[in-house]
């Protein structure tokens, strides 16, 4: 499945782990990359928020296999030595989300890895293209975990439209409840070069969402979702005000979520017993990150299976798209590159 993704990134296919904080470690990160996609370990907060993975030790399960490293670029401030730390191990690029990714562009540049920006908003695009991002992740709200308000539908298509202004060899990547073969057939078609899926690869064998955390999830649907900054408040984490936090609904969602301001007055006062909750693994009180898509998320497999299966099922979708005729299409010259494209990659049949 040839895009510019990846043959820019020379991978057989334009699929990328999100490198989900606490979940996406060595092993998840390695199996997406042996399975065709690009694996990101989440370095996360850095080693800042306390009962992280260490990072050393999940980066040794990926010797041997092309992969980055993500970090929250707001905490990865406060430790900046962490990046250094990921530098050491040869990653081949790393992605920066939430933060002004200028701060650690020369360094990452100079290190020879890529760097990937994860924006959501336009604003965001423009610090991204400053800092000489390779590539640009457009996050729609529908994400789980944070993320700030622009909806992956329209906001795909206006990135790639300014991106084709403003830096045209940006390659651009779609994020936000995307999560099996229409997904990523979608976001080829809205003009994106591949997709970041997050949510279905944290329902994965590999990953270190706990059992009991996904086996609840798949109970779901997207309408037992919601985003609130209310969690990171209580819990103590500094989150910057543009971002909130899409989790599933449980006990303390319903009591919390909905009273953002008090619970900001309140900042940390429920930091020790949300610690001791998630050290027994009392999802009521801890949040289950998972985003809209979760409601088409009903089983744990191996991540090569969801590889093969997001793959498949988009090869038949865009193959019955190329036979159409899009010489008639209203959209801009963007997408009219993009469906040329599309036809070119898929013959029909």
């Known amino acids: 499945m040839r895009t510019r993704l990846t ?6 296919y334009p699929i990328v782990c999100a490198p989900m904080a606490l979940v996406t470690g060595g092993r998840l990160a390695a199996a997406v990359s042996r399975a065709g996609g690009l694996g990101i370990v989440g370095g996360g907060y850095a080693g800042t928020l306390g009962g992280e993975p260490d990072l050393r030790q999940e980066l040794s399960h990926v010797r041997g296999q092309k992969f980055g490293v993500g970090f929250i670029t707001w905490a990865l401030a406060r430790a900046p030595h962490m990046l250094e730390v990921a530098l050491d191990h040869s990653p081949y690029c790393v992605f920066l989300s939430f933060g002004d990714p200028r701060l650690f562009a020369e360094q990452v540049r100079s290190s020879g890895a890529k760097l990937i920006c994860q924006v959501q908003c336009l604003r965001h695009v423009d610090e991204a293209l400053e800092a000489g991002a390779v590539a640009i992740v457009a996050q729609g709200a529908e994400a789980g975990g944070h993320g700030a ?18 830096s ?52 779901a649907t997207g309408d037992d979702t919601v985003r609130s900054k209310a ?22 969602t319903q009591q919390w ?21 998630r050290a027994r693994q009392d999802f009521d009180v801890v949040a289950i990150v998972a985003g809209e898509c979760v409601g088409i998320v009903h089983d744990r497999p191996a991540a090569a299976r969801i590889v093969e ?41």
């Open 309 to 349: 299966l997001m793959v498949s099922g988009a090869r038949i979708l865009l193959n019955r798209g190329a036979a159409l005729d899009f010489r008639d299409s209203t959209a801009n010259p963007a997408s009219h590159r993009t469906s040329a494209s599309v036809q070119k990659r898929f013959p029909a049949g």
């Open 257 to 277: 979520a909905h009273r953002e301001a008090e619970a900001a007055a309140a900042f940390g006062s429920l930091q020790a017993a949300y610690a001791e909750a």
């Open 231 to 252: 969690m990171d408040a209580l819990r103590g984490v500094p989150w910057p005000d543009e971002f909130s936090f899409r989790v599933v609904k449980n006990a303390f």
């Open 149 to 166: 308000v622009r909806s992956t539908l329209p906001f795909v298509p206006e990135v790639a439209d300014y991106l084709a202004k403003h």
């Open 168 to 219: 045209p060899t940006t390659l651009l990547i779609a994020a936000g409840g995307i999560a099996d073969g229409r997904g990523l057939a979608a976001a080829l078609m809205l003009g994106a070069d591949g997709v970041l899926v997050g949510t279905r690869f944290w329902a994965s064998e590999e990953a270190l969402a706990p059992k009991v955390a996904t086996d609840r999830a798949m109970k």
């Open 7 to 12: 043959e820019a990134f020379g991978i057989p």
